[in-house]
């Protein structure tokens, strides 16, 4: 089912600036999202994610920069022109309207009869999976089901772009997930281009075609979730994006030596000499060695996997593997540790 | 144990219900007992005497009193309180416009109709002035001591009120329902009369009623105002218990205190659904 009867469209920000007195919001934000490409902009609070997702629904306005909307500078258009759907962090649904109202109400606005509105509700509801509860009211919904009808209301008048911003950071655990799959499901169905806001890099990685990382009002990376984590371009978004070990090392000619004697690919972008690999837990293998150089100092269980804390050389490591594997492991015992051999990023110690 | 401690809570406010037993419902109690009895015996004659033609014009100069700057006030106070509301929370005028407002919605009395009385009554310094510069008599025949005065006077302490009550309401109005409605395609007109006004419309219509309530109660500033004649329930009430006119008619005070009591209660009761349902929706 694709609601848009005109097509996905591309989005881009040229140079985008956001000053709030001093402080620079958005530092020169430039980024394409691709036709039907749904794009997450990820990292900490004040990052500029957000401030960048309002400009391009006109709630914000740059201080310099554009907005590019297929191509049309819509910089200067107000938001009830640009043709935009929004689903806001919580609480955006209208209280005074039943879910099927809130959904209708953009198709209203755009002049369609009480009958085709009602129709259109109703299969938008359908979609989200909530037309059974088209007649309660915001109130009587609870928190995920009001995020549902808010989707649907953003989609219901086949907007050029869906934009997100947090849309599941007031739910619970287990309704967030069951949610951020929902959106997925929606968006890949209806096939609109889509800008998602996120500060969970768990969120983030399962639902895009690409991940955004801003840092300090900059895109940091923009890459498909697997690159993203496998080959951070940055410390930053090495640190920010999984859990990231810190190991000396030393680099050169494309290759890093950690651990003492073991030699790895150095991702681009690495020091050259001296410095520190940044190793993900999962790209250490532990094994059981009397003669080893390493100690297990903490086994932390969590179902399929189990942490390793290991001590090497004054240092802490974390390893993740199969829970399976980690029984043979002892609390205080010699270990030996090995690394993958997957490129990583060397920085500065 | 349990009930023990279930009672505990119940202890605590004994001292406001003995408050309300004795200076609202025991007063309520005789008032209803008051107005259907005579010498001591059942009489619906005081109840009866509710419609003769003074009482009814009197009733009716109340609800025109209670009404009309209930209305005026309502429509003001909500102007106002629309314009702090968009005034940051900590900004000077909405911390000063908050505490004016709260200290002359308690004026009234006495003090109100004398500074009324001083700048636009027969002498007063506007009135005089005005004579004076530029040959116009505010004063007139003397509007300010009738019920058209009366409708001024108390609009200076309902404009106020609305501000206090309605400021709640407007405050409640989220700033995502107008980001949602922009995004949706709404223009500010629209965002005003499909979105902000019917959720605002509970409370103003609430707010209207508690202020035709505070009006239709208020007493002092039109005793004050008004030596005159009875022209409002109220007024009529005093004259019951101290003509020395007509003397014996305590308990007709008391049928027109019921029937005063009966409207407000209308009157709150459906103030009390209207919050009800507003309150529901800025949850």
């Not at chain 1, 768990?202 to 895109?219: C, F, H, K, Q, W």
Request: proline letters at 5%; a neutral charge.
């Amino acid at each position: 089912m694709s609601t848009s009867g005109k097509g996905p469209v591309g989005v881009e920000f040229v140079d985008l600036h956001r000053h709030f007195g001093t402080v620079r919001g958005l530092d020169g934000l430039s980024l394409a999202i691709e036709p039907g490409e749904l794009v997450c902009l990820l990292g900490p609070s004040g990052c500029g994610k957000t401030t960048a997702l309002r400009i391009v629904a006109g709630l914000d306005h740059p201080t310099s920069g554009e907005v590019l909307v297929g191509g049309k500078d819509v910089t200067g258009v107000p938001t009830n022109k640009r043709d935009m759907g929004m689903v806001f962090q919580a609480y955006s649904l209208f209280p005074h309207l039943s879910a099927a109202d809130n959904v209708a109400f953009g198709l209203k606005l755009r002049g369609l009869g009480a009958r085709e509105r009602r129709k259109r509700a109703y299969e938008m509801l359908e979609l989200v999976g909530l037309s059974v509860h088209a007649d309660r009211y915001p109130h009587q919904l609870s928190g995920g089901q009001q995020q549902r009808v808010a989707l649907a209301r953003a989609l219901a008048f086949q907007p050029s772009v869906l934009l997100l911003d947090e849309p599941l950071s007031a739910l619970d655990a287990k309704v967030r997930v069951q949610l951020r799959d929902e959106i997925r499901r929606v968006q890949l169905e209806v096939g609109t281009t889509t800008l998602f806001v996120t500060h969970d890099q768990e969120e983030a990685l399962a639902i895009s075609d690409r991940v955004g990382v801003m840092n300090a009002g900059r895109l940091e990376q923009l890459a498909a979730p697997a690159e993203l984590y496998s080959s951070p371009a940055s410390q930053f978004v090495a640190e920010f994006v999984g859990l990231t070990n810190r190991v000396p090392a030393q680099a050169r000619d494309g290759r890093a030596i950690v651990l003492g004697d073991q030699e790895v690919p150095a991702l681009a972008g690495s020091v050259a000499g001296d410095g520190l690999a940044l190793i993900r837990p999962e790209a250490i293998a532990v094994e059981p060695d009397e003669q080893g150089t390493a100690t297990v100092t903490q086994l932390s269980f969590r179902g399929p996997i189990t942490q390793v804390h290991c001590e090497l050389g004054g240092s802490e490591l974390l390893v993740q593997m199969a829970s399976a594997e980690a029984q043979q492991l002892t609390l205080g015992g010699r270990v030996r540790l090995v690394i993958a051999p997957a490129p990583v990023l060397v920085v500065p110690a | 144990m349990r009930r023990t401690r279930s009672l505990v809570p119940l202890v605590g406010v004994l001292p406001f219900l003995a408050y309300l037993a004795v200076f609202l419902l025991i007063p309520t109690v005789v008032v209803i007992v008051g107005a259907f009895t005579e010498n001591g015996t059942f009489d619906l004659g005081n109840i009866r005497a509710l419609s003769n033609s003074a009482t009814v014009d009197a009733l009716r100069n109340s609800v025109v009193l209670s009404g009309s700057t209930a209305l005026i006030g309502g429509v003001l106070g909500a102007l106002l309180a629309t314009v702090i509301a968009s005034a940051p929370e900590r900004s000077l005028l909405r911390r000063a416009v908050l505490a004016l407002s709260g200290s002359l919605a308690q004026t009234g009395g006495v003090s109100l109709a004398f500074a009324w009385m001083a700048t636009i009554g027969g002498t007063g310094t506007l009135t005089v002035l005005l004579q004076k510069a530029l040959s116009v008599d505010i004063y007139g025949s003397g509007w300010l001591y009738t019920l058209h005065g009366l409708i001024l006077v108390y609009c200076y302490f309902q404009i106020p009120l609305m501000v206090i009550v309605f400021l709640p309401a407007v405050d409640g109005l989220r700033a995502q329902w107008r980001e949602a409605a922009e995004t949706l395609g709404a223009s500010r007109l629209q965002y005003l009369t499909q979105v902000a006004g019917p959720l605002l419309l509970p409370a103003f219509l609430g707010s209207l009623l508690l202020l035709f309530a505070n009006a239709f109660a208020a007493y002092a500033t039109a005793a004050a105002l008004v030596s005159q004649g009875s022209p409002i329930l109220p007024l009529m009430i005093r004259a019951a218990l101290t003509s020395e006119i007509v003397l014996g008619q305590q308990h007709l005070a008391y049928a027109i205190a019921l029937e005063m009591i009966v409207v407000v209660a209308l009157v709150m009761t459906a103030y009390a659904l209207l919050l009800r349902r507003s309150s529901r929706w800025m949850r």
